[in-house]
């Protein structure tokens, strides 16, 4: 992370606001989460919002199918219990993950991410969740998650519980404060309602220079457990100079430049395939990397 976003974390935990982060696709912003969750040792969710996303997936879900099914088979004079047909959602396993463990039909697994080293201990009270692209969703996602992020409580419909935050048991830090951090990403595709916007600490990820690429690079090589060698470096100074003329070309044709994902797929293909800047495939691999039109031949 720059300073500036660092500091633009910071701010989101100590005024408890959620931090919206706006940036070029493929610029990094669903990996900062994660990237914080690891640093930290928080527990991690995410939650990719797609246009028929609706507020309640990120809190909860209601198999009302199942429930019908279950009504029309039951035996006279009993009741259904509604709870069984709840499932947590990312921020109730974030704010509460006592409860959401024994939600629905018992106890259930964490949603979070259960193969990453960040998550064997599933019972640290601090979460970091991910809400992935929000400007995907109709304006009313964001307007229907202006209470719950701002209380951190909200009230399941079907079953009348609420939930709250609390510190997780079991942990050893039961009575701390726990602290989470919900990550909200956009790409500026919808514009967001001014209400939700007000309730954010908004900050933007910066494009990065050639200098920066090449730090973002070793990073990424370094933790994929790879060797990261004098060669590997000056590949990556390479492409990252290569890259920035490929910015001004894609500029020039009124074509999206190429992103910070897109010089990591360049600088693994060439690495992979023994090809440099140099090499007479060069020209072909920057087309298929880095310059991609919307249509063919564009």
């Excluded at 246009?51 to 006279?76: I, P």
């Excluded at 400007?135 to 209470?147: E, F």
């Excluded at 039961?174 to 908004?202: M, S």
């Amino acid at each position: 992370m720059t300073p500036d976003v660092a500091l633009a974390v910071e701010v989101a935990l100590a005024t408890g606001r959620p931090l919206l982060l706006r940036g070029e696709p493929g610029s990094g912003k669903s990996s900062l989460a994660a990237h914080v969750a690891h640093t930290w040792g928080w527990r991690y969710y995410e939650h990719v919002v797609t246009s028929r996303s609706k507020a309640d997936d990120l809190l909860w879900t209601y198999d009302h199918v199942r429930r019908l099914s279950d009504a029309q088979v039951r035996t006279a004079g009993t009741e259904l219990d509604d709870g069984r047909y709840v499932t947590p959602g990312p921020l109730w396993w974030a704010f509460d993950p006592v409860s959401a463990r024994t939600a629905g039909d018992g106890a259930r697994k964490d949603t979070g991410d259960q193969d990453r080293d960040r998550d064997r201990d599933r019972d640290r009270p601090h979460a970091v969740v991910l809400v992935d692209e929000i400007d995907k969703a109709d304006p009313d996602l964001p307007n229907g998650l202006l209470v719950p992020l701002g209380s951190q409580r909200f009230t399941v419909a079907e079953t009348g519980e609420t939930v709250r935050r609390r510190a997780a048991t079991g942990s050893g830090t039961d009575g701390e404060p726990p602290r989470h951090l919900v990550v909200i990403t956009t790409n500026e595709e919808r514009e967001l309602p001014q209400a939700f916007l007000r309730r954010c600490v908004i900050a933007s990820l910066p494009q990065p220079d050639a200098g920066r690429l090449v730090e973002i690079a070793e990073a990424h090589f370094r933790s994929d457990y790879r060797e990261f060698g004098p060669a590997d470096e000056e590949l990556a100074r390479e492409l990252a100079e290569e890259i920035e003329r490929a910015r001004e070309e894609a500029r020039a044709r009124a074509i999206r430049p190429p992103s910070t994902a897109e010089f990591l797929d360049a600088l693994r293909a060439c690495r992979t395939l023994g090809i440099d800047v140099e090499d007479p495939r060069w020209p072909l691999l920057k087309s298929l990397t880095l310059l991609k039109p919307q249509q063919p031949g564009g």
